[in-house]
C-alpha cells in the first residue's frame, strides 16, 4: 500500500520514464535474443526454428582460426594504447584549464578542443590523410625542409596504430574534459583558501583536493571504459584500413564486418560478437569488485 502511494505521488517520473525503459526494450534487450544464432549456421530463409544447431562450432572455429590471435592482439594493443593515452589525456587537460584564470581565453581554449568531436570519423580520416599525404601533407613538407625522403604513413603498418590512437585523442580530448571539469566545479573554494593560508603551493594542493576530488569520477568513468575495452570501433578503423596497413589495423570490429556482412557468415560474426561481450562483461565485473574494495566506488 505504501509502495503504490509512493509510485502514485511520483507518478510524473514514472511516467516520463516510459520512452526511456521502451528504448532500452526494444533496442538493447530484444536483439539479445538474436545471439542464438551464435549457436546456429543460421539460414536467412528458414530462420531461427529452421536453422541447425550446431553448438560451439563457431566459437571453436573462431579460436582455431590462423588469424584470430593476430587480430585479437591488434584490437588488445590498441585498447591499451586507448586506455593509456585517451584516457589519462582528457584529466590532465581539465586540470591544466581548471588552472587558467582568464575565464574569455579558457572558454575559447575550450571551444577549439571540443570542435572536432562534432566531426564524423570521415571527415576526421579525411583530415589526416590530408596532412599525412606524402606528396601535399604538412608533416612530409616539414620533413622535406630536413631533406628527408617523404613518408607514406598510412601505407606503412608501423604508423597506422599511432595515428589511430591520435586521430581519437584528437578527435574526443576536448569532449571527454567535460565531465571532469563539471566536477572540478563542484569542489568547493574555501578548501583551496584554506589551503593556502597553510602555505600549500598550486601543485600540493592538486595532490591534496583537486585529485581527491576527482578519484570518484575517474573510477566511473573508467569503470565504463574497460566494459567497451575490446570494442575499439569499427568505423574509427575502416576509414583508415587499406592494404598496406592491414598486419596492424585489422580488429574485432572490422573482422565481424567482413565475415558476417561481406561474406554472409551470420553465425560466425555472432559469435565473435558474442565473444567482445563476454569479455567486455568479465572485465567490467573483475575491474567493479576490485574498485569497489580498494576505494569504495563501483557501478553496482
Same mark, same amino acid.
Given at each position: 500500500m505504501l509502495r503504490m502511494q509512493y509510485m502514485w505521488k511520483y507518478k510524473a517520473?514514472?511516467?516520463?520514464?516510459?520512452?526511456?525503459?521502451?528504448?532500452?526494450?526494444?533496442?538493447?534487450?530484444?536483439?539479445?535474443?538474436?545471439?542464438?544464432?551464435?549457436?546456429?549456421?543460421?539460414?536467412?530463409?528458414?530462420?531461427?526454428?529452421?536453422?541447425?544447431?550446431?553448438?560451439?562450432?563457431?566459437?571453436?572455429? =573462431?579460436?582455431?582460426?590462423?588469424?584470430?590471435?593476430?587480430? +585479437?592482439?591488434? %584490437? &588488445?594493443?590498441?585498447?591499451?594504447y586507448d586506455m593509456v593515452f585517451a584516457f589519462t589525456a582528457p584529466i590532465v587537460l581539465a586540470l591544466l584549464l581548471n588552472e587558467v584564470r582568464l575565464a574569455f581565453?579558457?572558454?575559447?581554449?575550450?571551444?577549439?578542443?571540443?570542435?572536432?568531436?562534432f566531426l564524423s570519423w570521415v571527415i576526421v580520416s579525411g583530415i589526416f590523410v590530408g596532412v599525412l599525404s606524402p606528396s601535399s601533407g604538412v608533416v612530409n613538407?616539414?620533413?622535406?625542409?630536413?631533406?628527408?625522403?617523404?613518408?607514406?604513413?598510412?601505407?606503412?603498418?608501423?604508423?597506422?596504430?599511432?595515428?589511430?590512437?591520435?586521430?581519437?585523442?584528437?578527435?574526443?580530448?576536448?569532449w571527454g574534459t567535460i565531465i571532469y571539469l563539471a566536477a572540478l566545479a563542484g569542489i568547493n573554494p574555501d578548501l583551496?583558501?584554506?589551503?593556502? =593560508?597553510?602555505?600549500?603551493?598550486?601543485?600540493?594542493?592538486? +595532490?591534496?583536493? %583537486? &585529485?581527491?576530488?576527482?578519484?570518484?569520477?575517474?573510477?566511473i568513468l573508467f569503470l565504463l571504459k574497460i566494459g567497451d575495452f575490446l570494442d575499439y570501433g569499427f568505423e574509427r578503423v575502416f576509414v583508415f584500413q587499406n592494404p598496406l596497413n592491414l598486419q596492424n589495423s585489422e580488429i574485432l570490429d572490422t573482422y565481424i564486418y567482413k565475415a558476417g556482412l561481406k561474406q554472409m557468415q551470420y553465425s560466425y560474426a555472432t559469435a565473435i560478437g558474442l565473444f567482445k561481450s563476454v569479455v567486455g562483461l568479465t572485465l567490467l565485473s573483475i575491474a567493479n569488485f576490485m574498485s569497489k574494495k580498494a576505494t569504495g566506488e563501483s557501478l553496482y
Open positions: 517520473l514514472y511516467f516520463i520514464s516510459i520512452p526511456g525503459i521502451l528504448f532500452f526494450l526494444l533496442f538493447k534487450y530484444v536483439p539479445l535474443f538474436g545471439t542464438v544464432i551464435a549457436f546456429q549456421n543460421y539460414n536467412l530463409f528458414t530462420g531461427f526454428k529452421g536453422s541447425p544447431w550446431v553448438g560451439l562450432a563457431h566459437f571453436k572455429r =573462431m579460436f582455431s582460426h590462423y588469424d584470430f590471435l593476430r587480430i +585479437l592482439g591488434n %584490437t &588488445l594493443i590498441l585498447g591499451i581565453y579558457k572558454k575559447i581554449v575550450q571551444t577549439i578542443i571540443y570542435a572536432p568531436h613538407t616539414i620533413i622535406g625542409w630536413f631533406g628527408m625522403e617523404p613518408i607514406y604513413f598510412l601505407g606503412e603498418d608501423s604508423y597506422i596504430r599511432t595515428i589511430l590512437v591520435s586521430s581519437g585523442l584528437w578527435r574526443d580530448i576536448g583551496y583558501e584554506a589551503a593556502e =593560508m597553510d602555505g600549500a603551493s598550486r601543485w600540493r594542493q592538486t +595532490l591534496a583536493i %583537486t &585529485l581527491p576530488a576527482l578519484l570518484p569520477v575517474i573510477t
